[in-house]
């Protein structure tokens, strides 16, 4: 645990699938898994199934990461929030929110909305991008800094709901009527579904993987 | 288990597994398939709704907004202003927009774009909407036409809409009056319409009113009816006093037009390009029933002093025309000036309205023998204004109409005022005539003679005093003689007793000898 990245790589570890063991994810036992690699194992404990990595990991990363950038371009097109304001109504993108708030003035607003809502999606994707081909490659390259770089992808998925959040805290509050109503855009559920699959795809990359190729082991 | 050769023996004590490697794809690839999906399905929707792109020219860009300003029909959102940008030679402004699918059928050149703001004209307020939501451009579709991407917006917004069931009629009038654009169109107090433009013709003084009339009530005009510009107030003066005629409080403020179709008037359609006249007052619509006008020519000798453009031609009091115009001509071969009154008669207030020109004029000149004469009176004694009688003056000399002239000659009689300074003129003549003078001498002398004459009376008083008494002592004298109780008195009575005896005894024998008259001669038989 405490290990340094830098430690680890140097050393033959003893990583458990090196012994030919899976820890069951339910009740931590170890048991004994050697070359069974795709047939089902199970828990000779709990019984919940064993494996040595995630299953499928890549596969299923690589589908929701795609799926993911696809649902990116309409969730930054279309518009998040309808305003509609005395018979007013006004459409924003997510970046036309930023701009708005910029223009006028209330730059750390602005700053916020565009980190949560632009800059992390976008970070995670590419971060998640940058280790699958990474882990295609084998690249043997900073594996505890890629590894650092998962760990804060995964932490900081979540905060990226900020803006569906005050959308939603928005169309719930105001009502007002004629004075004023707001409505969810077609945007906001591609946004909302943006987040949802890139934590998805962080979910499932197993970054045991990471440190798999780098000591010259195949994927699973 | 950390022992190499034990790890060995048992990887050798263990087969290997044959495996099988299933290479389906997994389950999740559904996911990205699906997000594109949906993803195709979004743009396609949003590029299916976009509609065409135009270009609206308008003057200004007040209130336009590059992707918030509204274009609706109807209050339907139709399309939105992307762009606005000056025009290249700053003459306006060029809006781009995008117009929705929908919207291409009546993208035409009869379709009119304006800026909808709040507004306050023709009596009604309207975009008040827009104070609060902003302007939005109003369109009036229309899918007739050629289809074009590029308009010009109109700045005022049209008063009628090419939906509106109705008709547009053209009026002309020589003044504008204050009918405004917007202002209502009355019948009988009811606003039926609206004014739709008024403007001056550029080629002569006329101001074409266009007006618009609401269906049903387009039904109610005819070729007959009248319309009159109702604005204000409308008092007027007559025997009957004061009358106040108004049509409706927005009317008073800003105008409009009424019409009316006169009672008995044929209704008849009005034809297509038909062009009413639009009267002055409501009064001057009613008086002008008879269209046909027929212009006389009236000379007059005397003065027109008080006669104007427009006073009443009467016949007995009753209005047949009105003077269309005076002037002042000098005729050069007699050397003296003549008064050339210009009069429109209409005919058909004494003749019948279907009569021929031919018929009329035969009519005309039977009255004209029978004595029908023009001539000037005095209409108020106040004022001192003139009108124009007609009246039949039988012993008036006999005159013509000369219709050979280029405007018909009417013959005309002196008027009455004048033909009395006349006569009084004459009078005064002879008086002057008169010896004055030496009748006054004569006059001076007589008197004298006279004043002599009764001074010598003076003279004559006494002796005739005393003349008086004896004549008074003979009367009672007299009296004595012939008094009722003197012997003359009883003489007197016996003698005219026996005179009537013997009147008597005459006419016996007067009877006597008519009835036998031989008794004359042979006496009477009763005495044979």
């Known amino acids: 645990m405490g290990a340094r990245g830098g430690v680890a790589v140097t050393v033959r570890a003893r990583t458990a699938i090196a012994c030919g063991c899976a820890r069951c994810h339910d009740c931590g036992l170890i048991a004994r898994l050697s070359g069974v690699v795709h047939a089902r194992a199970r828990c000779p404990r709990c019984g919940a199934s064993l494996h040595l990595r995630k299953v499928r990991s890549l596969e299923r990363t690589w589908a929701l990461v795609i799926a993911a950038v696809t649902c990116y371009v309409p969730a930054n097109v279309l518009p998040v929030m309808t305003v509609t304001s005395l018979g007013k109504q006004e459409s924003d993108t997510i970046l036309s929110g930023v701009l708005y708030f910029l223009v006028h003035g209330d730059w750390p607003l602005a700053l916020v909305i565009f980190t949560a809502s632009i800059v992390v999606p976008l970070a995670k994707l590419v971060t998640l991008t940058g280790l699958l081909i990474s882990v295609h490659r084998g690249s043997s390259w900073r594996p505890a800094d890629r590894t650092r770089l998962y760990r804060v992808t995964e932490l900081i998925g979540r905060w990226s709901m900020v803006d569906i959040y005050v959308v939603t805290i928005l169309v719930a509050l105001v009502r007002l009527g004629n004075l004023a109503t707001i409505e969810a855009g077609t945007g906001a559920v591609f946004f909302g579904a943006v987040v949802v699959l890139t934590m998805l795809a962080a979910e499932t990359f197993d970054p045991r993987l990471i440190w798999d190729r780098s000591e010259g082991r195949t994927a699973t | 288990m950390s022992d190499p050769s034990s790890e060995r023996d048992e990887a050798e004590a263990v087969p290997e597994a044959e495996v099988e490697t299933r290479r389906r794809p997994s389950i999740v690839w559904l996911i990205p398939v699906v997000a594109a999906l949906v993803g195709a399905f979004v743009a396609y929707r949003a590029l299916s709704a976009r509609g065409p792109s135009i270009v609206i020219r308008f003057e200004t860009a007040e209130g336009l907004e590059a992707g918030k300003t509204q274009i609706k029909y109807k209050d339907v959102e139709v399309g939105v202003v992307e762009d606005v940008a000056l025009a290249p030679d700053l003459s306006g402004v060029i809006c781009h927009a995008s117009m929705v699918k929908d919207a291409e059928p009546w993208l035409t050149e009869g379709t009119r774009f304006w800026v909808v703001k709040p507004r306050i004209a023709g009596g009604q307020v309207s975009g008040l909407g827009t104070l609060f939501s902003g302007s ?224 009329r004029r035969a009519t005309i000149d039977r009255l004209v023998a029978a004595g029908l004469r023009a001539q000037l009176k005095t209409g108020n004694l106040v004022t001192g204004q003139l009108i124009v009688a007609l009246d039949m003056f039988p012993s008036a000399r006999p005159a013509q109409v000369v219709w050979n002239a280029p405007v018909p000659e009417f013959p005309t009689v002196p008027a009455p005022l004048q033909e009395i300074t006349a006569n009084l003129t004459q009078l005064v003549q002879r008086l002057g005539k008169l010896p004055v003078e030496q009748i006054g001498a004569e006059l001076r002398d007589s008197l004298a003679a006279l004043r002599m004459t009764l001074e010598g009376t003076h003279d004559v008083g006494p002796a005739l005093k005393t003349t008086l008494a004896e004549a008074n002592q003979t009367l009672g004298s007299a009296n004595a003689l012939i008094g009722p109780d003197s012997g003359m008195d009883t003489e007197l009575r016996r003698t005219l007793f026996e005179l009537s005896e013997a009147a008597r005894s005459l006419g016996l024998a007067a009877e006597q000898i008519q009835t036998q008259p031989q008794s004359l001669l042979f006496g009477k038989k009763g005495s044979q």
């Open chain 2, 136 to 359: 939005y451009i109003g369109v009036d579709p229309v899918r007739e036409g050629r289809p074009v991407r590029s308009f010009r917006g109109v700045e005022t917004p049209p008063v009628v809409t090419m939906r509106e069931p109705g008709r547009e009629f053209v009026l002309r009038s020589e003044r504008g009056g204050a009918v405004e654009m917007g202002a209502p169109v009355l019948f009988r107090g009811i606003t039926v319409g609206r004014v739709v433009s008024s403007e001056l013709d550029a080629t002569d003084d006329f101001v074409t009113t266009r007006i618009f009339v609401r269906a049903p009530y387009d039904l109610r005009v005819h070729a007959a009816t009248r319309f009159w510009n109702a604005s204000g107030i409308d008092v007027s003066m007559g025997a009957n006093g004061v009358r106040l005629a108004t049509q409706s409080l927005v009317s008073i403020l800003i105008g409009g037009v009424a019409f009316e179709t006169p009672a008995g008037a044929p209704e008849e359609a009005v034809g297509a390009d038909a062009v009413f006249p639009l009267y002055a007052s409501q009064s001057d619509a009613e008086e002008r029933h008879f269209t046909h006008t027929v212009p006389y020519l009236l000379y007059f000798d005397e003065s027109v002093r008080g006669l104007a453009i427009g006073a009443p031609v009467e016949f007995r009091g009753i209005k047949v025309g009105e003077v269309a115009d005076v002037r002042l001509e000098f005729d050069r071969k007699a050397a003296r000036f003549r008064i050339p009154v210009l009069v429109e008669i209409e005919p058909e207030r004494f003749t019948d309205p279907n009569a021929s020109d031919a018929e």
